[in-house]
């Protein structure tokens, strides 16, 4: 696996083996494809209260959002990286309360390893979709979902990468929330 | 972490550049008609969709394909959002799934093109260079000064 630049000097991608794209463009590509998401909440239908064109429709616009809110970021000077991280512990159990609280229905995720207070390492992304019933009826762990859960084994495998290579010693990955 | 560490990492990054902001600056600049492909194709989809749950044609991208008298990958590109559809794929894609894509609501007045038809004239017999064409009592132009024209058929009133 590669660690490549992005488009602001702190913040890095992981481009995984047979992947053209790296981690980054890849999740965003995926979310700018009406396809990509049709198939996406086709197989994961029972986590969602809103119909499928709804909910494509809201990928969309976070999609924007963040879109936006990056490329102002990569513009804007000194580095303001910390404000968009925010701590999850790898096995924490999110309740419905503290989901909403760190991101208020918004399905979107960037995951990354800190390497330190500058410098994150972006593993990956997807559609978390801890809101709507599944919040009310259950707690969402990322290993309840098989998409969610190859993002943390990813995470992982990042990690004990990096671990590998003398560069990290603490055991936090970070969840970015818009 | 030390300077150890730090020095350690940025030795592993590669000095190859992430694609993101290119695309993303360049989706940024054309958001206007993305986001109309992109809801175009949602809807073909949701059609789609129930298309298949009612075995109504066309249920599926192959025979979209075949609807539109198109190839798949065209449809499959059409499916990606990125498309910059004509008016002609559109009105074909109102038809094929019964949808309403344009609406010419738009359209306040009626207008109507009324065509008339030329008259016939003789050829002259003299070679007085007389040339214009007499329309049905709508245009009476002299064509002597227009370069464009200059290879009109000659005709006497």
């Keep these: 696996m590669k660690i490549i630049n992005t488009f602001v000097p702190c913040l890095y991608a992981f481009k995984y083996p047979g992947n053209s794209k790296d981690e980054l463009e890849r999740v965003f590509d995926e979310w700018a494809d009406p396809m990509f998401l049709n198939d996406f909440f086709e197989k994961n239908q029972q986590d969602i209260t809103i119909s499928i064109q709804e909910a ?30 925010k701590n999850l512990d790898n096995n924490e159990i999110i309740s419905p309360a503290l989901s909403r609280q760190k991101a208020p229905n918004r399905w979107l995720r960037l995951y990354a390893i ?56 603490n055991d936090s990955f970070q969840e970015i929330f818009f | 972490m030390n300077n150890d560490k730090i020095n350690k990492f940025k030795a592993l990054v ?51 394909a075949q609807a539109l008298d ?55 017999k003299t070679t007085v260079p007389k040339n214009y064409v007499k329309l049905d009592d709508v245009i009476h132009h002299n064509f002597r000064t227009s370069r464009k024209r200059a290879n009109s058929q000659v005709y006497s009133a």
Excluded at chain 1, 123 to 143: H, P
Aim: hydrophobic share 35%.
């Design chain 1, 56 to 85: 494509i429709s809201k990928v969309n616009s976070e999609a924007i959002f963040l879109r936006d809110k990056l490329i102002d970021l990569a513009n804007a000077t000194p580095n303001q990286l910390n404000q968009l991280f």
């Design chain 2, 70 to 124: 198109c190839s798949p990958q065209y449809v499959n590109k059409l499916l990606k959002g990125a498309e910059k559809l004509n008016i002609e794929t559109i009105s074909k894609i109102q038809k094929a799934l019964k949808i309403k894509i344009i609406s010419n609501s738009f359209i306040t007045t009626k207008i109507e093109v009324v065509v008339k038809q030329e008259k016939t004239f003789s050829k002259p």
């Design chain 1, 114 to 169: 800190k390497i330190d207070e500058n410098n994150y390492v972006i593993t990956g992304g997807t559609i978390k979709l801890d809101s709507g019933a599944i919040a009310f009826n259950n707690l969402y762990r990322m290993q309840d979902r098989p998409h969610t859960n190859k993002e943390l084994s990813k995470i992982n495998k990042c990690r004990d990468y990096l671990r590998d290579e003398g560069v990290l010693d």
């Design chain 2, 14 to 64: 590669s000095d190859k550049k992430s694609g993101w902001l290119e695309k993303a600056k360049w989706r940024q600049e054309n958001q206007d008609w993305l986001d109309i492909s992109f809801a175009i194709a949602v809807k073909i989809m949701a059609v789609l969709r129930v298309n298949k749950k009612t075995e109504a044609f066309p249920k599926n991208q192959k025979e979209l």
